[in-house]
């Protein structure tokens, strides 16, 4: 049996990379759509050929409940959305696939990880990377000791950000480049560690005259710092373009440059002096497909994702140390 999925919210990341990518599951497929804007429903709806029974409306969404066709709901709204939606859909019986960032506060994180609790469903956040070989190579090397005991690591995350949309307000994003794009930087320090960060210091730099940045940070530069000792040095931009980490051991370094785009990731290993590219194996599935395939895997075996929503939590209280230490100027302490 395949896993038939709800597609919450007809935008960019839906339609282009998630909505294409169901063609590669073997246990997933797309079984109904929900948008505010009837022509997607009928666009997509017929594309995907998706019958009008399976078409709701945000007023509607509730309904899904009734239809059994229905297993899980991918929220792919802006961040602010998040919660009450995974909330509505557990409530309705349904297990939740939720984009980053998880929601907008720790406290929404955590109701919504209550809620899927109380109705008995799976929730997993969006973390494609995990399921991208490059990075679960990366993460095998670094854990394994390849180049040395972790040391020190580098992550950056950036684009120039487009006017005039829903990531630059507030009220919808949460947050500015942090939110969107630091994630990254933060996400993948935690999973080539291993770890939790138990302190942060955070520099924020924002032009406040540039109309993008009237409501949300621009530049971040965090540094974390681990139980082990690792120190994590981390950049999150919305003004700079970058995508890249690198893992400095006490024999050399394992590097991605891109790190986590869609496609195209490149690694390079300098151990004992001799620089040189790294490829995994070809994958069977890419990452949206291994991704939208690992949740349906969970909900058929009642395994736990390996991205539960404690992982969207665990990054957003960092984030709110982040913000914490930016806007105060000290280091804060994580857990304590
Ligand atoms: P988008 O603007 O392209 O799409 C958002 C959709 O939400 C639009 O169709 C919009 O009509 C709809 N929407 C519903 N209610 C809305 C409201 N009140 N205000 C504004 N829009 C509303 O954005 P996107 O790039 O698709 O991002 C959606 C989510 O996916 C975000 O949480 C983002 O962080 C995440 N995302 C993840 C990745 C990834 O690689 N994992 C990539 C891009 C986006």
Known sequence: RKIGYAIVGLGSYATRQIMPNFAGCEHARIVALVSGTPAKLDSYGAEYGIPKTHRYSYADFDRIRDN??????????????HAEYAIRAAQAGKHVMCEKPMATSVADCQAMIAASRKAGKKLMIGYRSRFEPYNRLAIDLVRGGHVGPTRLITAEHGFPIKPDQWRLDKPLSGGGSMMDIGIYSLNAARYLT???????????????ADPRFRTVEDRISFLLRFPSGV?????????????????????????????????GQSMTIRKNGVTAPRT???????????????????????????????????????IEAIYQSAAQGRSVRIGA
């Open 194 to 208: 291993g770890e939790e960060p138990v302190e942060v210091t955070a520099v924020e730099s924002t032009d406040r």
């Open 68 to 81: 059994p066709d229905i297993d899980a709901v991918y929220i792919i709204l802006p961040n602010s959305l």
């Open 280 to 318: 995994p194996p070809a994958p069977a599935k890419n990452q949206f497909a291994a991704q939208l395939d690992h949740l349906a895997e969970c909900i058929l075996t009642d395994k736990t994702p390996i991205v539960p929503g404690e992982e969207g939590l665990a990054d957003m209280r960092v």
């Open 231 to 263: 120190i994590a040095d981390c950049i999150s931009s919305y003004s700079t373009g970058h995508n890249s980490y690198r893992i400095h051991g006490t024999q050399g370094w394992i590097g991605m440059e891109p790190a986590t785009p869609y496609a």
